[in-house]
Protein backbone atom coordinates (compact mmCIF):
# COMPACT_ATOMS: atom_id res chain seq x y z
CA UNK A 1 0.00 0.00 0.00
CA UNK A 2 1.07 3.41 -0.72
CA UNK A 3 -0.11 6.87 0.10
CA UNK A 4 0.48 10.05 -2.05
CA UNK A 5 0.07 13.17 -0.93
CA UNK A 6 1.04 16.26 -3.73
CA UNK A 7 1.98 19.65 -2.85
CA UNK A 8 3.74 22.65 -4.80
CA UNK A 9 0.75 23.90 -6.89
CA UNK A 10 -0.17 27.62 -7.86
CA UNK A 11 -0.99 30.87 -9.87
CA UNK A 12 1.83 31.32 -11.98
CA UNK A 13 2.23 33.33 -15.13
CA UNK A 14 2.88 32.23 -18.55
CA UNK A 15 6.82 30.98 -19.23
CA UNK A 16 7.52 31.03 -15.29
CA UNK A 17 8.24 27.75 -13.17
CA UNK A 18 6.88 25.40 -10.93
CA UNK A 19 7.77 22.68 -9.04
CA UNK A 20 5.32 20.12 -7.59
CA UNK A 21 6.28 17.46 -4.93
CA UNK A 22 5.31 14.09 -4.20
CA UNK A 23 5.44 13.04 -0.56
CA UNK A 24 4.83 8.95 -0.40
CA UNK A 25 4.78 6.48 2.49
CA UNK A 26 4.56 3.00 2.41
CA UNK A 27 6.71 -0.21 2.47
CA UNK A 28 7.93 -0.48 -0.73
CA UNK A 29 7.91 2.61 -2.37
CA UNK A 30 11.31 2.98 -4.04
CA UNK A 31 9.82 -0.48 -6.03
CA UNK A 32 6.87 1.44 -7.91
CA UNK A 33 7.04 3.35 -11.35
CA UNK A 34 6.00 7.16 -10.04
CA UNK A 35 3.88 8.87 -12.72
CA UNK A 36 2.43 12.10 -12.65
CA UNK A 37 -1.00 12.94 -14.61
CA UNK A 38 -3.12 16.60 -15.34
CA UNK A 39 -6.93 17.08 -15.76
CA UNK A 40 -8.93 19.43 -16.71
CA UNK A 41 -12.68 19.75 -15.29
CA UNK A 42 -14.34 18.19 -17.78
CA UNK A 43 -11.88 15.96 -19.54
CA UNK A 44 -10.10 13.14 -19.09
CA UNK A 45 -6.96 12.83 -17.15
CA UNK A 46 -4.27 12.58 -18.79
CA UNK A 47 -0.52 11.05 -18.79
CA UNK A 48 2.31 13.76 -17.92
CA UNK A 49 5.25 11.82 -17.03
CA UNK A 50 6.64 8.41 -15.49
CA UNK A 51 10.00 7.78 -13.26
CA UNK A 52 10.13 3.92 -13.64
CA UNK A 53 11.90 2.32 -10.65
CA UNK A 54 13.74 0.00 -12.92
CA UNK A 55 16.68 1.89 -13.98
CA UNK A 56 15.21 5.08 -13.31
CA UNK A 57 14.06 5.78 -16.98
CA UNK A 58 12.13 8.23 -17.25
CA UNK A 59 9.30 9.36 -20.29
CA UNK A 60 6.93 11.97 -21.42
CA UNK A 61 4.27 13.48 -22.81
CA UNK A 62 4.97 15.25 -26.44
CA UNK A 63 3.41 18.14 -24.50
CA UNK A 64 5.61 18.57 -21.95
CA UNK A 65 8.79 17.11 -23.16
CA UNK A 66 11.56 19.50 -23.03
CA UNK A 67 10.09 21.59 -20.08
CA UNK A 68 9.61 18.97 -17.88
CA UNK A 69 11.50 17.22 -15.60
CA UNK A 70 10.39 14.05 -13.46
CA UNK A 71 12.67 13.15 -10.10
CA UNK A 72 12.45 11.21 -7.70
CA UNK A 73 14.50 11.63 -3.67
CA UNK A 74 14.45 7.92 -2.61
CA UNK A 75 15.82 8.73 0.48
CA UNK A 76 12.98 11.55 1.17
CA UNK A 77 10.34 9.43 -0.43
CA UNK A 78 9.70 11.95 -2.55
CA UNK A 79 8.90 12.62 -6.66
CA UNK A 80 9.07 16.06 -8.01
CA UNK A 81 7.82 17.38 -11.21
CA UNK A 82 9.71 20.38 -11.93
CA UNK A 83 7.48 22.80 -14.98
CA UNK A 84 9.40 25.04 -16.58
CA UNK A 85 8.44 27.43 -19.71
CA UNK A 86 4.84 26.89 -18.27
CA UNK A 87 1.62 27.21 -20.70
CA UNK A 88 -2.16 28.47 -20.07
CA UNK A 89 -2.33 24.97 -21.70
CA UNK A 90 -1.04 23.68 -18.94
CA UNK A 91 -3.54 24.87 -16.18
CA UNK A 92 -4.90 21.49 -14.45
CA UNK A 93 -5.24 19.62 -11.10
CA UNK A 94 -2.14 17.62 -11.11
CA UNK A 95 -1.70 14.29 -9.74
CA UNK A 96 1.03 12.12 -8.19
CA UNK A 97 0.50 8.08 -8.62
CA UNK A 98 2.10 4.78 -8.80
CA UNK A 99 2.39 1.33 -10.26
CA UNK A 100 4.06 -1.64 -9.88
CA UNK A 101 4.40 -2.16 -13.66
CA UNK A 102 7.72 -1.07 -14.90
CA UNK A 103 6.42 1.16 -18.01
CA UNK A 104 2.69 2.45 -17.25
CA UNK A 105 1.35 5.11 -19.33
CA UNK A 106 -2.37 4.77 -18.56
CA UNK A 107 -4.57 5.77 -15.70
CA UNK A 108 -5.59 2.28 -15.13
CA UNK A 109 -1.91 1.03 -14.95
CA UNK A 110 -1.77 3.31 -11.59
CA UNK A 111 -3.54 1.86 -8.51
CA UNK A 112 -2.39 4.47 -5.93
CA UNK A 113 -3.49 8.12 -6.45
CA UNK A 114 -2.52 11.38 -4.14
CA UNK A 115 -5.35 13.54 -4.51
CA UNK A 116 -4.34 16.10 -6.41
CA UNK A 117 -2.56 20.05 -6.30
CA UNK A 118 -3.98 23.20 -8.57
CA UNK A 119 -1.80 24.03 -11.38
CA UNK A 120 -3.03 27.87 -13.07
CA UNK A 121 -0.92 29.36 -15.65
CA UNK A 122 -2.17 33.29 -16.36
CA UNK A 123 -1.70 34.30 -19.43
Known amino acids: QVQLVESGGGLVQAGGSLRLSCAAS????????MGWFRQVSGKEREFVARLSWIGGSTYYANSVKGRFTISRDNAKNTVYLQMNSLKPEDTADYYC????????????????WGRGTQVTVSS
Open 26 to 33: GRTYSSYT
Open 97 to 112: AASAAGAPSNVGDYPY
